[in-house]
Structure formats: C-alpha cells, structure tokens
C-alpha cells in the first residue's frame, strides 16, 4: 500500500493557518465542536480549538532559526524549530496518519504543521451542536473547581472520570480536554498571571523556557507536558475567560 506525503514548508503554512483561522465560521465551529464532542463522546471535534487559537494570533513572519546552546540541546540541521512559532523550515507528513491520532483527541497546543491538517479537516467533522451540550463543559469547569489546594492533573482527570460528567470519554480525551483548557487559559496557570493562548500569542522561544523549566521541576521519568503539568488545585477556573470563549456558558 503507497503510503500518501505531501511536504509543508514554513511560510505558507503560516500564511494558510492565518488565513483560515480568520475566516468568518471558523471560530464559532471550532468551539461548537469541542462543546459536542465533550457532551457526545466524539472527540475528533475535540482538538480544531487547539489548532484554532494556536494560529489566530500569530504573526507574519519568515523561517527564523531558532538559536540554542548546543551543549544543552540539539536539533539535527534539518530539524531546527523557527525562534518564532517552533516550525522548521519543511516537513513531510503523512495526513492520513495525523488525522487517525487527531480521530483521539491528541493534538499539538503550539503552533504544529498538524494543525494545518486539523483545520484543513473542519468541513470533514459531523457533529450537531445542541444547546442541552454545554452542560457538560460546565459540570467540568465546576468540578476543576472543586479541587483541593493540592490536587494534581493526575487526581483531577481520575476525579473526573470517577464523576461519569463526560459521556463515553476516556482517559485520552479527559487528559487532552484539560491540556486544552489549560492553553486557553481556562485552567489558570500557577506560573503566569493570565496565561492564554487565545488572547496572545507565545513565541517557541518563549515556551521553550518554560518547559525547560518546567522540565528541571519534573519527578524523574515524567512526560510534563505544557502548561496543565505545572497546574495545582488552588488553580481555579477563569470564569470570565471561559464566558468570553464559550459565550453558550451564559445562558447555564
């Protein structure tokens, strides 16, 4: 069986991220989607919110090679990230294989050439928005803020689940929702006053840091991943960020 490539290259990536981000629909279907997926159980309608407020704010700009000290990390020549969206220069893809993990709930939360992919998809992804669905966005934004002081991501995604307040998720799309949430800035963040993606945008260099950081905190063997990792319990919810995204949430 041939197996299907296509290459992306940095600068129209950039440009076609920025250009169907804007267009009119695309924000309403990305969070009508992750409301249903939430309330249905179908998590392919997860992650295009992720892919959405990756891209909506990033600038224009050309392939700049990210500068790094080779002594502490290292990037094959071809595999250098752009200082500015973490992009390298080109990359060779597979679609069908991204969308088969996309199909989970798994996505990329920073700028990705998956992104692109994922987006592309949108007209591709049945789901019916229903009012009665934002119910469960709510139940878990009300149960995030129940933890305790001390909870950790692992304790709320197995308080959650113990919850049944998600129909038929598992604990990819319990994990992947939260992660998602946390790069909203829905989840606040511990480290960062106002932490969210889908108000600003982040450089690569910038989020390199802190996951470096992030990184030298982390137990032995674990796979932190940016920024739901560094959350705790006294963490709570940004009620008025999650009004303003999810403006279905005002009429709960």
Known sequence: MKIMTTTLRHNETISELVDISSRKNTKSKVIDLFISSLATGYHRGLTPIAAYFSSINIPQHDWTPYEFDPQKLYFPPDKIPCSVCGLIHEEEINPTYILDDLKFGR?????????????????????HYEKSHIHVLNNVLREIDYAN??????ELEKRISASKIIPKSNKASRIWSLRILAELGIITNPWIDNYSSAKQFYSYAQREEWNLSMHAKAPNRADPVWPLSIWNGSCKVNWAL????????QHE
Do not use: G
Not at 107 to 127: F, M
């Open 242 to 249: 999650a009004h303003e995204i999810f403006t279905q949430l």
């Open 107 to 127: 996505c990329r939360l920073n700028t990705s050439y998956d992104n692109l992919i994922d987006l592309r998809d949108l007209e591709n992804i049945n789901i």
């Open 149 to 154: 002081n001390n909870e950790k991501p692992s």
